[in-house]
């Protein structure tokens, strides 16, 4: 299983699956961020690590970025990456409001590096 915080403050590229604007195909709720996985990684439920791009305004299919910090699912074992398109720095109050859409359905912390 992959170590998501060997990943904070790394330069990744995330393939999107669920491109800004689309809907969940389970459970209907639209997404506010292009939100896709890792290639090549393994979290906690068995499937790639995923991460929300955030800094893209637009539906992208894949963007590098810079991963500014973790959002620890204490009631999941599946943990999200936050990438920075830019690099740019957010608050875990702007990672909350911008990851709400999904991530109010579970138990969180947020996880920078030290």
Do not use: C, W
């Not at 389970?26 to 791009?53: Q, R, V």
């Not at 894949?62 to 910090?69: F, N, R, T």
């Amino acid at each position: 299983m992959t170590n998501t915080n060997d990943f904070l403050g790394k330069e990744v590229t995330v393939k999107i699956d669920r491109p800004l604007g689309s809907t969940h195909p389970k459970h209907g709720f639209m997404y506010m961020l292009n939100y896709g996985f890792i290639p090549n990684t393994i979290s906690g439920d068995g499937e790639e690590l995923d991460a929300y791009l955030v800094g893209e305004f637009e539906p992208v299919e894949e963007e590098k970025g810079k991963v500014i910090a973790i959002i620890h699912r204490t009631n999941d074992d599946d943990d999200k990456l936050i990438v920075s398109k830019n690099g740019k720095e957010y608050s875990d109050d702007a990672i909350r409001a911008m990851t709400e859409f999904q991530e109010r359905f579970f138990e969180s912390i947020i996880i920078r590096k030290k």
